[in-house]
């Protein structure tokens, strides 16, 4: 990939330069041996490149132009004056001294062409692999390749057992609910399919998570544990991965190198509509976590989906027993969260320095947590990427006409009988109804109704924020669901927004009616319908962050604008994920190919804000870019291919001026 070059490191290649001429010219003129000029000529030309950074990129020389132009030209200047006096010393010819130069300067140049063109070389056979696997990537994400390679398959489904005999004890750490033993992985220490919280099966199927009894036994914590019961949709890689009602599990990766000092540590909440996905997903793995954030601490968990984990059985018999089924999902994000302050120090983690990432479904999760009394001081920083709180239902209705149907469709009336299916059972449900899975209900008690009130009245102030929005994030959603699902989900929605909209702003209803009209004419129903519902949903995160600034929250805002590999694949959640962990072999698995410049530069960012630095980003700080001045909202860090720049979005977020006018309030 071609780094995005500034004049700070022409300036340092150019002082390196110098370096590499004068250490193979002097020691050629002086008689040495042509691998003995090599040597000295890497040694001297290693040397002053460390010296020149080190100058070059210091406070003082970066505080002005001025400073930058003085100091290359001083390294010249030195440069001339050594080689003109060592010329003069030894009586040589102008014309030997240019052959000279000339050679040593190519020990500088020749490597650093031959490595860009097999760094682009690798990335255009990447590439090519990419699209000769997916082609156009109408079929979406498919995974089915899995299932060929029998020993991964088993690996993946491999349990943890408990472990009577010796074990590591370097690998083990001793937890209040029992000692797990994890299993190394380069100059990383994975603790898999640790249990934060009883398996919420039997009697406490529907019930809210409860906390685990205290233990000294021992387990293996080498294996995942099994996903939530879920939809198994073609562009998930996790219908391939063991499910389970007793999914309540987290996994933690650290440094091999234990340190006093304890660590910053990052949650990643899941994506999937609430309907799929999990901790296995292959996005999530960040095996280069610790390379990347050596002075880190991550988790990843699983929690409870569809009629499992958001569901509302107040008007079934028996249902009054189970007050918490509408939004278990999120009482176990909770109980992850509980269960990580309490225990994360023995990990080497810090309980009171905790970032929460998630994505889509795991953004929405935290916007609605972060309102939530129970979940009050289990973070202090947190980055939401395309999850809107406005994707959380108003009243539980919606969850409680899937419960009817869910009665329908498993041939039952009471929550007595609904206790007594198997998993199996539910599965099959759960397949059948996937159209109609609830997410998370505002329901005044546990989430308040009006979350964009309860960010202005400041109850989120002590939480600092990152907002991610992505410029077409869409296509990944349908490549993920399938056609069908994607449909119905996009006419339903629009079909909601428009309802929504004619009741609240009547006059901006019918300027927006009228638009959507025209773009019809011009194009598909579901391609109109669909831009329109990107630019409401984009909104509602802009409208998130401005009210979450008017209480009093710090909010820096990013907007991805990043071109997909694949269109129809589309370009967003994935993409943004795998480079904050470095993920280039899961980027490869969802058709694209990790840009290593915007991964460095997001990830050397992100360091910043965990750790309570200024987002700002000095020319020494990463190769090959310029200097960034994250600036808080109303300003968002725009990436793309061809820069970084901060400044206002509203105008790349909607043309409707109706629309912006409802959402700018």
């Known amino acids: 990939m071609k780094k995005l070059l500034t004049v700070d490191d022409f300036i ?20 040495y041996e042509e691998w003995q000029c090599g040597v000295i000529c890497l040694i001297v030309g290693m040397t002053l490149d460390k010296l020149a950074n080190a100058v070059v990129f210091s406070k003082f020389v970066q505080s002005s132009t001025t400073n930058r132009i003085m100091i290359f030209l001083a390294y010249l200047l030195m440069g001339v004056t050594i080689q003109y006096s060592f010329v003069s010393w030894k009586e040589i010819s102008a014309d030997a001294i240019d052959d000279y130069a000339i050679e040593g300067y190519a020990y500088l140049v020749v490597p650093a062409i031959l490595g860009f063109a097999f760094s682009m070389a690798l990335r ?44 590591d004890t370097n690998l083990a750490v001793k937890t209040k609910n029992g000692v797990f033993v994890g299993d190394k992985f380069k100059d990383s220490i994975f603790f898999c399919g640790i249990p934060y919280a009883k398996p919420p099966v039997g009697e406490l199927r529907w019930k809210a998570p409860e906390p685990l009894p205290e233990s000294d036994e021992v387990f293996e914590a080498k294996s995942f544990g099994a996903s939530a019961i879920q939809v198994d949709y073609d562009g998930s890689p996790l219908k391939h991965f063991r499910q389970s009602e007793d999914c309540l599990y987290l996994n933690i990766c650290v440094g091999s190198k234990k340190t006093d000092k304890e660590k910053p540590v990052l949650v990643l909440f899941h994506h999937g509509d609430f309907s799929y996905g999990g901790s296995s997903d292959p996005i999530l793995y960040g095996r280069q976590f610790n390379k990347i954030y050596p002075n880190a601490v991550c988790v990843t968990f699983n929690y409870r989906l569809g009629i499992l984990g958001f569901i509302d059985f107040s008007e079934v018999p028996g249902g009054d027993n189970y007050p918490d089924a509408l939004n278990l999902g999120l009482l176990d994000q909770i109980a992850a ?23 889509e479904s795991g953004a929405l999760s935290i916007a609605l947590l972060a309102t939530c009394e129970q979940a009050k001081g289990l973070f202090q920083k947190a980055f939401i990427f395309n999850g809107s709180p406005l994707a959380a239902y108003e009243t539980p209705e919606v969850s409680r006409e899937l419960a009817k149907k869910l009665l329908k469709e498993t041939s039952t009336t009471t929550m007595a009988e609904l206790l007594k299916l198997p998993t199996e059972k539910l599965k099959e449900a759960t397949k059948k109804l996937a159209a109609d899975l609830s997410a998370p209900a505002r329901d005044g008690k546990f989430i308040p109704i009006d979350f964009y009130d309860a960010y202005l009245n400041g109850s989120v102030s002590n939480v600092e924020f ?81 009210k979450l600034v008017e209480g009093g929250s710090k909010v820096y805002l990013l907007y991805w604008d990043v071109k997909p590999l694949i269109k129809n694949l589309g370009s967003g959640t994935l993409d943004v994920l795998a480079a904050f962990l470095g993920n280039h072999e899961a980027a490869q698995i969802y058709g694209n190919v990790l840009n290593q410049d915007i991964a460095a530069i997001l990830q050397n960012l992100f360091r910043k804000f965990e750790s309570g630095d200024t987002m700002r980003l000095f020319n020494n700080e990463i190769k090959g870019i310029g200097a960034i001045d994250w600036k808080e909202f109303p300003n968002a860090l725009i990436v793309s291919e061809k820069a970084f720049r901060c400044e206002p979005i509203t105008e790349k977020l909607t043309k409707i001026k109706s629309l912006l006018k409802i959402f700018a309030k």
């Not at 330069?17 to 008689?31: Q, V």
């Not at 699209?131 to 020993?151: A, T």
Request: with cysteine; charged share 25%.
């Open 337 to 359: 969260l509980k269960w990580i302050k309490e225990n994360i120090s023995v990990f080497g983690g810090n309980p009171n320095q905790i970032t929460v990432m998630g994505f």
């Open 124 to 167: 255009w056979y990447r590439v090519r692999k990419i699209r000769e696997r997916y082609g156009d990537g109408s079929g979406g994400f498919v995974f089915d390749e899995l299932l060929k390679n029998k020993d991964l398959l088993d690996e993946m489904n491999r349990q943890n057992q408990k472990i009577h005999g010796a074990f």
């Open 12 to 31: 340092v290649a150019g002082i390196s330069g110098i370096g590499y001429g004068l250490g193979f010219e002097i020691p050629k003129i002086l008689g």
């Open 466 to 546: 990152i907002i991610g929005i992505a410029a077409n994030e869409r296509q990944i959603y349908k490549a993920s669901v399938g056609d069908e699902k994607y449909k119905d989900f996009m006419l339903k929605e629009m079909s909601s927004i428009l309802n929504y909209l004619d009741a609240n702003y009547p006059d901006e209803a019918k300027i927006i009616r009228n638009y959507l009209k025209e773009q019809m004419a011009m194009t598909t129903k579901l391609e109109a319908k669909e831009k329109l519902w990107e630019q409401c949903y984009t909104l509602g995160l802009y409208k998130c962050a401005k």
